[in-house]
Nanobody, 124 residues
């Protein structure tokens, strides 16, 4: 089973950019579909983006389409979330998650493995 460690969070002004990284342990990273989720204070954890094991298929929640891009480098066991045109409502703790199987999912219950999270704050 993989272990996940996120990095790249921080404080950014509205309209700015951040790139989150999620490094995975293990030798079969390409066997896992990956997802990014976020949770704001007092709110439920919500889907942000997902990518298939090969990286060929992606999906996004509607509010981040055109602003966020999920990608992966299987040679580095890492998945990324490039976030552009950030808005205050993007403020949350961001988590990466892994599930066995090639196909990604927007359902957080499909993911048995989670990282510890990284904080993203969008504020002027």
């Amino acid at each position: 089973q993989v272990q996940l460690v996120e990095s790249g969070g921080g404080l950014v002004q509205p309209g700015g950019s951040l790139r989150l990284s999620c490094a995975a342990s293990g030798r079969t990273f390409s066997s896992y579909a990956m997802g990014w989720f976020r949770q704001a204070p007092g709110k439920e954890r919500e889907f942000v983006a997902t990518i298939s094991g090969s990286g060929d298929n992606t999906d996004y929640r509607s509010s981040v389409k055109g602003r966020f891009t999920i990608s992966r480098d299987n040679s580095k066991n890492t998945v990324y979330l490039q976030m552009n045109s950030l808005k205050p409502e993007d403020t949350a703790t961001y988590y990466c998650a892994a599930k066995i199987g090639a196909r990604g999912s927007s359902n957080l219950n499909a993911y048995p493995t989670w990282g510890q999270g990284t904080q993203v704050t969008v504020s002027s």
